[in-house]
């Protein structure tokens, strides 16, 4: 489903701009591959039109029941809420259409099966690319779009592929890397939290998605506070898998999820309000002196060997709102 690039919106305030198991592991065993393709790319490229068809249903319809033909979670919860906010404000998605597209089909040994697509939508200065995720839980099972980062570049062409084309997944608890993928959403979460001197942020590069989000969340908070509200926002990982493919560097890029949930409270009504990426989950006037939010934020991350990793990728949601 095509999804407006908005920026999230505190109650009258611009937030800050926070816009898997498988078999696999180290480099040398990526030159033994194991295992077999769940799919050809031929395949693959059917799945991708199958989910742009049912995308572009659901988006018609502005239907989040639609979705559930061809998402899974954590992008069908993100998704379904872009459409109840399009609901809200009557406008439509644009028609979803893929071009310049890559996959990436690991080799696997057991489900979930899944691959990557490097793939862009729309053209010139509009042009969006995605770092798509499909997976299928068993045999016979659909193939269901699971994650959908924006990345800022290109990373998944830095993906290593064998003699037949195809890609070397890495276990989430990889020991020959600067970080197990499976680490590092607490070590973002604990980032984004507390700041570049929490336990592992160290972890992670510096940049917009990183210790940038956590100086504008606080200047946020700041400016919040001027206006007799307190924020409060915590991050903690997700309880989606890790996903990894090896790079040709012998690194690897990762798919992960955070959960961040925000409290809002004011000792004056009419302080609070449902707005900006919050509408449609909660009538406008659903919070009184208290509100809480839970969103989901999906990241690509590209980790080297030896260094720290670069989230290079992003797509955030707002899923649920409770006022009081």
């Known amino acids: ?21 498988c078999s696999g592991g180290s480099a040398a065993e990526a030159a033994k591959p194991r295992g077999a393709p769940a799919l050809t790319a031929a ?15 659901a988006g018609r319809r502005l239907s989040g029941k639609a979705l559930r033909a061809v998402e899974a979670d954590p992008q069908l919860s993100m998704d379904a809420a872009a459409l109840k906010l399009r609901r809200a404000v009557r ?20 489900y979930p099966h899944w691959f990557a697509a490097d793939t862009v939508t729309g053209e010139g200065d509009r042009a969006v690319r995605h770092a798509m995720l499909f997976t299928q839980a ?10 959908d980062p924006y990345p800022s570049a290109p990373a998944l062409r830095e993906i290593a592929l064998d003699p037949e084309g195809y890609a070397a997944p890495v276990d989430p608890a990889a020991k020959d890397l600067a970080v197990a ?12 939290t507390d700041g570049p001197r929490a336990s592992g942020a160290a972890l992670l590069a510096d940049g917009a998605k990183t210790n940038e989000t956590y100086k504008a969340l606080k200047q946020g908070e700041q400016a919040l506070a001027g206006r007799g509200v307190t924020l409060s926002s915590r991050f903690s990982p997700a309880p989606y898998q890790v996903f990894a493919l090896r790079t040709k560097d012998r690194g690897a890029v990762v798919w992960y999820v955070l959960k961040q949930n925000e409290a809002y409270s004011a000792a004056k009504r009419g302080r609070l309000a449902v707005s900006g990426d919050l509408v449609g989950l909660a009538p406008a006037r659903a919070a009184k002196t208290r509100m809480d939010t839970t969103v989901l934020v999906q990241y690509l991350a590209t980790v080297p060997a030896k260094g720290r990793a670069a989230v290079s ?8 709102v409770h006022g009081a």
């Open 1 to 21: 489903m095509a999804r407006t690039l908005v920026p999230i919106l505190l109650p009258g305030l611009l937030a800050a701009a926070l816009a898997a198991g």
């Open 43 to 57: 395949q693959a490229q059917q799945v991708l039109a199958s989910y742009a068809h049912g995308a572009n249903r």
């Open 91 to 110: 406008r439509r998605p644009p028609k979803l259409a893929f071009s310049d597209t890559a996959f990436y089909i690991p080799r696997l040994t057991g």
């Open 138 to 147: 068993k045999a016979g099972a659909p193939w269901l779009l699971a994650a």
């Open 181 to 192: 993928p499976a680490k590092l959403p607490q070590a973002h979460a604990a980032l984004l």
């Open 313 to 320: 990728g992003m797509y955030r949601k707002a899923v649920a």
